[in-house]
């Protein structure tokens, strides 16, 4: 039965595995341009080209300071404004409406608007970043701190707690796994949208999103393959780090 | 003689911080009206009820008779009726730490450990760290919970995670101590254990204590009066004092005598 499951696994390695034997047909036996589909050797020979991998890597780490930047901003507000609509009903009344509309509008619809208002340089892009990282923060919050079970805080109340005591005793405690959650979101949010706004609100900027588009304009597919390999392995090894953090700070509920 | 009394273990099986004394409380015409759709629904009417300091008091009462609601209102999470609650002479308006209930679920945070649930009772004492230690330790050891420091909830056994909640509820010192059915989701020997376990933290601790239960025998066995409510709307229909010295035997016919007079009370 074991061995059966592990077989069904590596099936998931059997479509990329043919793409990768059709990359090497296509390229070797030349059924497509190298503008196209670059042959493996050429691109093994640019990833150790030192000029391709600096400006790759420095491109990574402008992009990644931009994510920071703006996912702090974004994640900051975003908890403020989550712990305020969760635990005023009036609060949630005044703004919640707005807030939810708000929410409607897709992300990238907003990017006209912020460029009008921010130009198209880095705070641009660091605000736009901001808010695709504040909405995740601001539901799960919200909805954390909406569940937190009546008998807890009756618990609180019997043992006579200040209102901040039972905020950060029991209701913060109590919604830390849905805002755990939706910090990862939030994270995950932001590394699309830093890598988006690099694509979409204009090339000059060093991030590894501009890297891309500009090897695309130059006529370099070895480096706009390599940037693309690079930005989803980001995106990937984010995800695992990610997912292993709540495991580590909710011990206590798992069996 | 004072050898054998200053052994380590009897002097720290007791807590030190001893309450001040025993709550006296005294419910004068107590009645409470919900309302479910528009139309009024009694739920008690006329609840008098004295209970000395120090004395064990229980309710008992089929479903629907409003215990648990007597409960809520002395611990104060329950603050509209008519009537008065008094603690020693004062009206209740709110919850207090000279109050302290066990519910029938544990409720314990199941984000600490024993440990750390049975501080959450001290968390806004001015005690300094190591006393507030030794209190924890103490009221851990009281519950015969050593070894379970460390614990989460979901690590503990129904029986185990109830004597935390019991600890939890003693460690603020309250001069009366509430119990709103807190055997009544354990196994039938788990509950006979806990039964003189209650009785014997009872009696070290000098706590008055009033216990919701809905087992006629539960309620023979620990306390000094039984109270017994009729239902909708939830009145006192007879008090009954058990005499009985403890330890109590269950198959004395004296005490099967009171089981039957409860009994006959509550099925009137």
């Known amino acids: 039965m074991d061995r059966l499951f592990h077989h069904f696994r590596w099936r998931g390695f059997v479509l990329p595995l043919a793409f990768l034997a059709f990359w090497w047909l296509a390229t070797t036996y030349h059924w497509v341009s190298s503008s196209v589909l670059v042959p493996f050797g050429q691109l093994y020979q640019s990833a150790l080209d030192p000029e391709v991998s600096r400006s790759l890597f420095v491109g990574l780490e402008a992009s990644f300071t931009r994510l920071l930047e703006g996912s702090a901003l974004g994640i900051s507000l975003g908890l403020v404004l989550g712990v305020g609509l969760g635990l005023s009903r009036t609060f949630d009344r005044m703004i919640g409406p707005s807030f939810h509309a708000a929410r409607q509008v897709a992300i990238f619809a907003w990017i006209p608007l912020l460029t009008a208002w921010f130009g198209n340089g880095d705070i641009c892009k660091v605000v736009f970043v901001a808010l695709a990282a504040f909405y995740p923060v601001v539901m799960g919050t919200y909805e954390g701190i909406r569940s937190v079970p009546i008998q807890y805080l009756e618990v609180g109340r019997v043992l006579c707690f200040s209102r901040v005591r039972m905020l950060r005793r029991i209701i913060l405690p109590s919604a830390a796994p849905s805002i755990v959650t939706a910090l990862q979101l939030s994270l995950i949010f932001s590394w699309f949208a830093a890598i988006g706004a690099e694509y979409v609100i204009g090339k000059m900027s060093n991030g590894i999103g501009s890297v891309v588009m500009a090897a695309q304009d130059n006529l370099r597919p070895d480096i706009l393959l390599l940037g693309v390999i690079l930005i989803s392995l980001v995106g990937i090894l984010m995800n695992k780090i990610l997912r292993q953090i709540p495991r580590y700070l909710f011990r206590w509920r798992d069996a | ?268």
């Open chain 2, 1 to 268: 003689m004072s050898l054998v009394l200053e052994t380590p273990e009897a002097v720290s099986s007791a807590p030190k911080t001893a309450r001040k004394h025993a709550g006296a409380l005294n419910l004068r015409n107590v009645s409470k009206t919900y309302q479910v759709d528009g139309k009024p629904l009694k739920v008690l009417q006329n609840i008098n009820l004295v209970v000395e300091p120090g004395e064990f008091v229980t309710l008992v009462g089929s479903s629907g008779c409003g215990k648990s609601t007597i409960l809520r209102l002395i611990v104060g999470l329950d603050t509209e009726c008519q009537g008065e609650i008094l603690l020693d002479g004062a009206p209740i308006t709110e919850p207090g730490l000279e109050r302290s209930i066990v519910f029938q679920e544990h409720r314990l945070l199941p984000w600490l450990t024993v440990s750390q649930n049975i501080a959450l009772g001290l968390d806004a004492s001015r005690l300094s760290p190591a006393e507030r230690e030794r209190t924890v330790r103490e009221h851990i050891e009281l519950v015969g919970l050593s070894g379970f420091e460390k614990a989460f909830p979901r690590q503990l056994s129904g029986g185990m995670a109830q004597r935390a909640a019991i600890a939890r509820s003693l460690v603020t010192q309250p001069e009366i101590l509430l119990l709103d059915e807190p055997l009544a989701a354990l196994d039938s020997l788990t509950r006979l254990h806990l039964q003189q376990e209650l009785l014997r933290i009872w009696s070290r601790e000098k706590v008055t204590m009033v216990m919701v239960t809905h087992d006629v025998e539960e309620a023979v066995f620990l306390s000094d009066k039984v109270v017994v409510l009729a239902p909708r709307p939830g009145r006192i229909r007879k008090e009954i004092a058990i005499d009985l010295p403890h330890p109590r035997n269950r198959v004395d016919p004296a005490f099967g005598a009171l089981r039957q007079a409860v009994i006959e009370e509550l099925t009137h």
